[in-house]
């Protein structure tokens, strides 16, 4: 359905739009709606005097709702512009209800991209870290941020339409990489000698150090998909009920994240990484049962044979089974606290969580690769607890 629109309107876009537009999302982050102005073609300034904005908003509103009860499409946007005022592209509505940017429609000349392409692979942790880094980055030197539809953070999260680009084509992009260890911030990286390139980063970039400009913005961000966080939120209830016959009230839940897998290897062994013991879980486990009355551990794992032997006399633990790496990291991030296992799965279930965080503090392990690759000042949170 085409619109017949007045030249020189600035149209405010309302949350309705934006809860159309990802009407396939039942729980969508909040950080979505920052792509709030629609610029036909210039200043409102310019408009006829006799066109009211609200009026014109109205008719827009009336608009979108008939298209969206007709199952039509909803009406492209020419330009759009966030909260700080990025011009972002063209958007159109997917088939799945996801608004995509096509990169070959973005028109920025002054503002120019910083991409992150995920080159070097790893699990979600990783991902979350190089993400997390991008927008920080992006925000501190005045570039607009962009990442392939097609990655694993897209996938488990409801990333801002703005960032997501089903295909990146950067003319003549300029490298920047990381100068020391993955676990060590470079403030070259952070702060850009040159902010007119577009920009591809590498490097893994774990350090909380690259984001701490946008700390809140990424736990928007890192808001899951619908398919994830519904099954994370029912488990959770559905332990506590098991745990002590109700659902919620009064229970404090525990997200324990047990790695082991690749961090006994031996080949990691000899280049420092560690896994957690079991000390530093049951230690840990008993400080919150002095703290609270009523606690319930939620145990995520690659290695649950390893954790019911480690914990078979607790009858207030309840075992993580059969879920995706996404399920599993929405149940420990949404638990009131969380004790931490090594590796940046572990990081990040931290960062999410609202309550108390504990670290094990003998990662890695000294004079090894990885401890010279490596800063607890840098990597570690500053209010997360060592044990």
Not at 62 to 73: G, R
Not at 172 to 201: A, C, H, I, W
Not at 220 to 244: C, G, N
Not at 304 to 311: I, Q, S, V, Y
Request: contains cysteine.
């Amino acid at each position: 359905m085409s619109l017949k629109v007045y030249h020189n309107i600035v149209l405010v876009c309302i949350p309705f739009f934006i809860s159309v537009a990802v009407k396939d999302h039942n729980l969508w982050s909040h950080e979505t709606s920052r792509v709030i102005i629609t610029v036909i073609d210039q200043q409102m300034a310019l408009a006829p005097s006799s066109l009211k904005a609200s009026n014109y908003t109205a008719q827009i509103q009336s608009t979108l709702m008939k298209d969206h009860q007709q199952n039509k499409p909803i009406t492209t946007l020419k330009r759009l512009k966030d909260a700080d005022g990025m011009s972002v592209g063209q958007n159109k509505t997917a088939p799945n209800g996801n608004v995509i940017v096509t990169s070959e429609k973005n028109k920025l000349a002054n503002r120019p991209f910083i991409y992150q392409s995920f080159e070097l692979n790893g699990g979600l942790g990783n991902h979350m870290f190089m993400y997390a880094s991008l927008i920080g980055i992006a925000k501190n030197n005045n570039m607009l941020p962009k990442i392939r539809s097609d990655s694993l953070i897209n996938r488990a999260f409801n990333i801002p339409p703005y960032i997501v680009d089903r295909t990146v084509r950067l003319k003549n992009p300029r490298g920047k990489r990381e100068r020391f260890g993955g676990g060590v911030y470079d403030d070259q990286m952070f702060e850009l000698t040159d902010k007119s390139k577009n920009t591809s980063l590498g490097g893994f970039l774990q350090s909380w150090k690259y984001f701490h400009n946008v700390a809140e913005e990424i736990k928007s961000h890192f808001h899951f998909r619908s398919q994830f966080l519904k099954p994370a939120v029912e488990f959770i209830s559905a332990a506590t009920k098991t745990v002590y016959n109700v659902l919620s009230t009064g229970v404090t839940t525990i997200g324990v994240h047990v790695r082991r897998g690749d961090a006994t290897w031996p080949e990691k062994l000899q280049l420092g990484y560690t896994a957690a013991d079991d000390a530093y879980f049951n230690k840990t486990m008993n400080s919150f049962r002095k703290k609270y009355e009523k606690v319930i551990f939620i145990v995520c794992s690659d290695g649950l044979d390893w954790c019911r032997k480690a914990f078979k006399s607790s009858t207030d633990v309840v075992y993580s089974e059969n879920h995706t790496m996404e399920v599993d990291l929405a149940i420990l991030s949404h638990c009131d606290h969380v004790i931490m296992s090594t590796g940046s799965f572990s990081w990040w279930a931290g960062f999410l969580t609202k309550g108390e965080v504990t670290y094990y503090k003998n990662w890695p392990k000294e004079k090894t690769w990885l401890s010279k690759s490596t800063s607890h000042y840098d990597y570690f949170y500053p209010d997360w607890s060592p044990v």
